[in-house]
């Protein structure tokens, strides 16, 4: 994942292990939507969660769980599952 567009992205344990076991096609067009997140971390189709801690983006039947750090331009990914286990301990 990169950080050339001004947001630096960060992954943590959690969502990394989960990327680790996707098929090849799945993890390109998910890698695809996080560096995306460099550019522009609330893009069209996001959706804040209750709370208001964390975002999610939909990449089909899966879900980006992530947090925005405004202050230090970080978006920070949590999660990364399918529709019905991505708010397990996100």
Do not use: H, T
């Amino acid at each position: 994942m990169s950080d050339s567009e001004g947001w630096r992205i960060v992954v943590s344990r959690k969502a990394e292990k989960s990327l680790r076991r996707l098929p090849r096609d799945l993890l390109d067009r998910i890698a695809k939507a996080i560096d995306s997140l460099a550019v522009e971390p609330r893009p069209p189709g996001c959706k804040q969660l209750v709370g208001g801690a964390f975002y999610r983006l939909r990449i089909g039947d899966w879900r980006i769980i992530y947090a925005i750090k405004d202050d230090r331009l970080i978006v920070l990914i949590v999660n990364v599952a399918p529709r019905g286990s991505a708010f397990q301990e996100s």
